[in-house]
């Protein structure tokens, strides 16, 4: 007879069908929990609150059965006077919380930041109930970024009460995850107590095969590649962080040397950048496209600023003939669309830092080709100009090259399966 599943309540602020990259976290969580003896609840906010585009086709992703708890918050209209749906939300969510461990319908609570006001519930939570609680770092919480020096700023505030705020939300914490380890090591350094009393587990996003099958049965059009038909159309889908911008501008640069070794590449290639801008639903907020001009590239590589709904990217992976994934000078930084670009079945052209989490997955995976920098130092334009050559003209990528068995250790099953072993061992630490 097997044992009933234990019951874990994750909190994300955002949820389905919220287009931001984050509520894969939990979505993709859950899909796999019941397999590893856990049994999902969301406790999310209603998208009438929501600030940013909503995708409803996202709601065939989610498992029908899922108990999915979508609260009220404050509205941001027509007065924004806090737009962090964390804060918003935050009384709702605790209600609900309180609601759900009361009543004993739940063992564990399991917070996703960003919001990173979100984490302050789980501490509220155990005082309250005894229910333990962990946080799952999507991001670093504590971290410079930029602005966050120059006194008296936003940034410099938010900064300021990031360093405040964190320390009393980890205080009791029996669990702390994050995609690597790099993501939650600084929170280590700075309450040592955590790695004594909190169970410590690293899991990428992962993937599931199901969202690729749902987007190639219910196939959209490649609108970005229509003007370009007959080239190969290689796309970068993602934010621009602040420490990648060096990578891109030497990937540009090798770009125009290619062009400049073979005038009439625009005839043959196009670099797309999709949800690259300074605002996500902003069709005007160009963020790269000046580099681009600055390199004379602008018959081909173009930027698409908006960010693009999850299953029309996927469906531009699979009609790509290539995919760009581009990393950062910071180590930790790993690429969320890893296990999504290698599932596209199509060829993968890397620039990473040598530390990040990503170069051996997709070595391990064969599924293209990855050059890797430091901190310091990057690939020499003419020798990424060379691999572009390459990349571009003769690209021999079949299936049949990709070790699919490999791949499977990044994704969300497994993903799931990390993250059930932690919450058994987080359940048994003493209270």
Same mark, same amino acid.
């Given at each position: 007879?097997?044992a009933?599943?234990r019951?874990v309540?994750?909190v994300?602020?955002?949820?389905v069908?919220?287009?931001?990259?984050?509520?894969?976290?939990?979505?993709?969580w859950?899909?796999?929990?019941?397999?590893?003896?856990?049994?999902p609840?969301?406790?999310t906010?209603?998208w009438?609150y929501?600030?940013e585009?909503v995708?409803s086709d996202?709601?065939?992703?989610?498992?029908p059965?899922?108990?999915?708890?979508r609260?009220?918050a404050?509205?941001?209209h027509?007065?924004?006077f806090?737009?962090?749906?964390g804060v918003r939300?935050?009384?709702?969510?605790?209600?609900a919380?309180?609601q759900?461990?009361r009543?004993?319908a739940?063992?564990f609570v399991h917070i996703?930041i960003?919001?990173?006001f979100s984490a302050?519930l789980?501490r509220l939570v155990r005082r309250?109930?005894?229910v333990?609680?962990?946080?799952?770092?999507?991001?670093?919480w504590v971290?410079e970024?930029?602005?966050?020096?120059?006194?008296?700023t936003?940034?410099w505030?938010?900064?300021r009460l990031a360093?405040w705020l964190e320390?009393?939300?980890?205080?009791?914490?029996s669990l702390?995850? #994050?995609?690597n380890r790099?993501y $939650?090591q600084?929170?280590?350094d700075?309450n040592p107590h955590?790695t @004594?009393?909190? /169970? +410590?587990?690293?899991?990428?996003?992962g993937?599931?095969?199901a969202?690729h099958?749902?987007?190639?049965?219910?196939?959209?059009?490649?609108?970005?590649?229509?003007?370009h038909?007959g080239?190969?159309?290689?796309?970068?889908?993602g934010?621009m962080l602040?420490?990648?911008?060096?990578?891109?501008?030497r990937?540009l640069?090798?770009?125009?040397?290619?062009k400049?070794?073979?005038?009439?590449?625009?005839?043959?290639?196009h670099?797309h950048?999709?949800?690259t801008g300074?605002s996500s639903?902003?069709p005007q907020?160009?963020n790269?496209?000046?580099?681009?001009?600055?390199?004379g590239?602008?018959?081909?590589?173009s930027?698409?600023?908006?960010?693009?709904?999850y299953?029309d990217?996927l469906n531009h992976?699979?009609a790509?003939?290539?995919?760009?994934?581009? #990393?950062s000078?910071e180590p930790? $930084?790993?690429?969320?669309?890893?296990f999504?670009?290698?599932m596209? @079945?199509r060829p /993968? +052209?890397a620039?990473?830092h040598e530390d990040?989490?990503?170069?051996?997955?997709l070595r391990g995976?064969?599924?293209?080709?990855v050059l890797?920098?430091?901190?310091k130092?990057?690939?020499a334009?003419e020798?990424?100009a060379?691999?572009?050559e390459?990349f571009?003209?003769?690209?021999?990528y079949?299936?049949?090259?990709?070790?699919?068995a490999?791949?499977?250790?990044?994704s969300?099953r497994?993903?799931?399966?990390?993250?059930?072993?932690?919450l058994?061992g987080a359940i048994a630490?003493?209270l």
């Amino acid at each position: 007879m097997n044992a009933p599943l234990r019951r874990v309540a994750l909190v994300a602020a955002h949820f389905v069908p919220s287009n931001l990259a984050s509520v894969h976290r939990s979505r993709l969580w859950s899909l796999h929990l019941r397999q590893f003896g856990w049994e999902p609840v969301i406790v999310t906010t209603h998208w009438d609150y929501y600030e940013e585009q909503v995708e409803s086709d996202l709601m065939e992703l989610v498992p029908p059965d899922l108990k999915v708890i979508r609260t009220k918050a404050f509205s941001a209209h027509p007065i924004r006077f806090v737009g962090d749906l964390g804060v918003r939300a935050f009384r709702a969510h605790y209600r609900a919380l309180r609601q759900l461990t009361r009543s004993h319908a739940v063992d564990f609570v399991h917070i996703t930041i960003p919001s990173n006001f979100s984490a302050l519930l789980g501490r509220l939570v155990r005082r309250m109930s005894g229910v333990p609680y962990g946080i799952d770092y999507i991001d670093p919480w504590v971290h410079e970024f930029p602005g966050s020096r120059k006194l008296f700023t936003k940034a410099w505030a938010s900064a300021r009460l990031a360093e405040w705020l964190e320390p009393w939300a980890v205080r009791d914490a029996s669990l702390i995850t #994050g995609i690597n380890r790099r993501y $939650y090591q600084g929170v280590l350094d700075r309450n040592p107590h955590l790695t @004594r009393q909190a /169970v +410590l587990a690293e899991m990428p996003y992962g993937g599931s095969e199901a969202d690729h099958d749902y987007a190639r049965r219910h196939p959209r059009p490649s609108k970005l590649f229509a003007a370009h038909a007959g080239k190969f159309n290689l796309i970068y889908g993602g934010a621009m962080l602040p420490n990648a911008y060096v990578v891109l501008d030497r990937i540009l640069e090798s770009l125009a040397f290619l062009k400049k070794k073979r005038p009439a590449l625009p005839q043959q290639f196009h670099l797309h950048f999709v949800g690259t801008g300074k605002s996500s639903d902003d069709p005007q907020g160009f963020n790269i496209r000046p580099r681009i001009e600055q390199h004379g590239l602008q018959d081909c590589v173009s930027e698409y600023p908006q960010r693009m709904p999850y299953l029309d990217v996927l469906n531009h992976l699979h009609a790509a003939s290539g995919i760009l994934v581009m #990393g950062s000078t910071e180590p930790h $930084y790993s690429p969320s669309k890893i296990f999504q670009s290698v599932m596209s @079945r199509r060829p /993968v +052209l890397a620039l990473l830092h040598e530390d990040s989490t990503a170069v051996p997955i997709l070595r391990g995976c064969n599924a293209g080709l990855v050059l890797t920098l430091t901190g310091k130092v990057l690939p020499a334009v003419e020798m990424i100009a060379d691999k572009l050559e390459d990349f571009i003209c003769c690209n021999g990528y079949t299936d049949a090259q990709v070790s699919w068995a490999a791949l499977e250790k990044y994704s969300a099953r497994e993903s799931a399966r990390l993250l059930a072993a932690a919450l058994d061992g987080a359940i048994a630490q003493p209270l």
